[in-house]
């Protein structure tokens, strides 16, 4: 690791950063969540029968994460080469054009490219953001900043789903779009990350992957980092994406609304994201937070599996529980932008957060082969992945360094 000279950067431009930041996360979860929200009304609307509903909801899912995997790396390295505003700017241009488009598509393989294209673009906007905020704060509240930019953003999911509730899917791929190209123009003014500045005069390699392969301890933080996120998106993208089957095979009748479910468990993310933020500003630890919240998923887990299917109230409250646990994500993530030098950080973040979601696709098609091909009930199969994952994230974390206290003026070589 070598050490670089910061410049200073005004409580203004900070506090500009944070809005911009928070703004696009609005614009990149309601168009993430907008799949969830309307899949199923829209591939009926283009023809999908009921028996082919399940795996074409899972393929464009699929999709849409293989394009966030890809771009999640494609954007890492264009934020460390050429500046983390490049990334904010070049990602919301393709998913709003991409989103716009899924309003037209006609075929399931036309909404596939549609959602594959967007997922591209999507992959770049919370890396870039949490890097750019962390930068520019001060070390001794930079844990608050990507908090609260996730603690708003994640209010797009919704925003997509009331949209959905009272007008057509076409409408929310329409409105997704257009609030895309409408923070274009917010983002104007926008400072750059001083340390990415400072960068540019060294000869250190930047947005370079193989940093990390070519050494073990990088790696292993890496690798750590990716299994402790798997808990919230095994929630988000399976039991969520699948709450109808789930609770159905839990015995509820009638079934719990599925955009309900989601409204519970994005108001109380939003909580989560800015309360892990400020428990770990008080607990002076990155760590500690997760752990907790971790322990509250394992709490929610517990309900859902036990009481829940006793009534549609306690259902929501166990999927607010959960929402609120994995609110600890953001935290992870500041933390994994503080393992790592100024030269792969952007694409650490980027990468590995959707990497993190791409965790969709694997467990995707585990809880699928195991209720279709095993004829495992639909709430047992989620159950032992839910309850494993969480004990891997627990352990995870254990294998981390605390890094509430640390610079980022450095660079990993």
Same mark, same amino acid.
């Given at each position: 690791?070598?050490?670089?000279?910061?410049?200073?950067?005004?409580?203004?431009?900070?506090?500009?950063?944070?809005?911009?930041?928070?703004?696009?996360?609005?614009?990149?979860?309601?168009?993430?969540? @907008?799949?969830?929200?309307?899949?199923?009304?829209?591939?009926?609307?283009?023809?999908?029968?009921?028996?082919?509903?399940?795996?074409?909801?899972?393929?464009?899912?699929?999709?849409?994460?293989?394009?966030?995997?890809?771009?999640?790396?494609?954007?890492?390295?264009?934020?460390?080469?050429?500046?983390?505003?490049?990334?904010?700017?070049?990602?919301?241009?393709?998913?709003?054009?991409?989103?716009?488009?899924?309003?037209?598509?006609?075929?399931?393989?036309?909404?596939?490219?549609?959602?594959?294209?967007?997922?591209?673009?999507?992959?770049?906007?919370?890396?870039?953001?949490?890097?750019?905020? +962390?930068?520019?704060?001060?070390?001794?509240?930079?844990?608050?900043?990507? @908090?609260?930019?996730?603690?708003?953003?994640?209010?797009?999911?919704?925003?997509?789903?009331?949209?959905?509730?009272?007008?057509?899917?076409?409408?929310?791929?329409?409105?997704?779009?257009?609030?895309?190209?409408?923070?274009?123009?917010?983002?104007?003014?926008?400072?750059?990350?001083?340390?990415?500045?400072? +960068?540019?005069?060294?000869?250190?390699?930047?947005?370079?992957?193989?940093?990390?392969?070519?050494?073990?301890?990088?790696?292993?933080?890496?690798?750590?980092?990716?299994?402790?996120?798997?808990?919230?998106?095994?929630?988000?993208?399976?039991?969520?994406?699948?709450?109808?089957?789930?609770?159905?095979?839990?015995?509820?009748?009638?079934?719990?609304?599925?955009?309900?479910?989601?409204?519970?468990?994005?108001?109380?993310? +939003?909580?989560?994201?800015?309360?892990?933020?400020?428990?770990?500003?008080?607990?002076? +630890?990155?760590?500690?937070?997760?752990?907790?919240?971790?322990?509250?998923?394992?709490?929610?887990?517990?309900?859902?599996?036990?009481?829940?299917?006793?009534?549609?109230?306690?259902?929501?409250?166990?999927?607010?529980?959960?929402?609120?646990?994995?609110?600890?994500?953001?935290?992870?993530?500041?933390? @994994?932008?503080?393992?790592?030098?100024?030269?792969?950080?952007?694409?650490?973040?980027?990468?590995?957060?959707?990497?993190?979601?791409?965790?969709?696709?694997?467990?995707?098609?585990?809880?699928?082969?195991?209720?279709?091909?095993?004829?495992?009930?639909?709430?047992?199969?989620?159950?032992?992945?839910?309850?494993?994952?969480?004990?891997?994230?627990?352990?995870?974390?254990?294998?981390?360094?605390?890094?509430?206290?640390?610079?980022?003026?450095?660079?990993?070589?």
């Amino acid at each position: 690791m070598t050490s670089s000279t910061t410049t200073t950067i005004s409580n203004r431009a900070i506090v500009l950063g944070i809005v911009v930041s928070a703004l696009g996360f609005f614009v990149d979860l309601y168009d993430i969540m @907008a799949l969830a929200a309307i899949g199923e009304p829209s591939l009926k609307a283009i023809g999908v029968n009921a028996d082919a509903m399940k795996g074409e909801l899972n393929f464009l899912q699929s999709m849409q994460m293989f394009g966030m995997l890809l771009g999640g790396f494609l954007w890492g390295v264009i934020g460390d080469k050429y500046g983390r505003l490049k990334v904010l700017f070049g990602s919301i241009i393709l998913y709003s054009l991409f989103t716009l488009l899924n309003a037209f598509v006609e075929t399931p393989g036309q909404y596939a490219v549609c959602r594959f294209l967007a997922g591209l673009g999507l992959a770049g906007e919370l890396g870039a953001g949490i890097t750019l905020v +962390s930068e520019q704060m001060k070390k001794e509240y930079r844990g608050l900043g990507p @908090a609260i930019l996730a603690g708003f953003g994640v209010l797009g999911a919704i925003v997509a789903v009331i949209i959905g509730k009272n007008y057509d899917w076409k409408t929310v791929y329409l409105v997704g779009g257009i609030l895309g190209f409408l923070l274009l123009f917010l983002r104007i003014g926008v400072v750059e990350s001083g340390l990415f500045k400072v +960068s540019q005069h060294s000869k250190v390699s930047k947005g370079n992957f193989m940093i990390i392969l070519r050494n073990k301890t990088y790696l292993k933080k890496f690798i750590f980092i990716l299994l402790a996120g798997i808990p919230a998106w095994f929630v988000n993208g399976v039991m969520m994406q699948f709450s109808n089957y789930i609770s159905a095979s839990m015995g509820m009748y009638p079934l719990p609304d599925k955009g309900v479910v989601i409204v519970y468990f994005f108001i109380a993310l +939003s909580l989560g994201d800015v309360l892990a933020g400020f428990v770990s500003q008080w607990l002076k +630890s990155r760590k500690k937070s997760i752990y907790i919240f971790l322990s509250v998923h394992l709490l929610s887990l517990v309900l859902f599996f036990t009481l829940a299917q006793k009534s549609v109230t306690l259902y929501y409250i166990a999927f607010a529980g959960f929402g609120l646990s994995v609110g600890f994500v953001i935290q992870l993530f500041t933390l @994994a932008a503080e393992n790592f030098g100024t030269n792969i950080r952007t694409l650490v973040t980027g990468s590995g957060l959707n990497l993190v979601r791409g965790w969709v696709i694997p467990f995707g098609a585990l809880f699928t082969w195991m209720t279709s091909s095993l004829h495992i009930v639909e709430w047992k199969a989620a159950a032992a992945i839910a309850f494993a994952v969480c004990i891997l994230a627990m352990w995870s974390i254990s294998q981390l360094e605390e890094t509430f206290h640390k610079d980022l003026d450095f660079e990993s070589t």
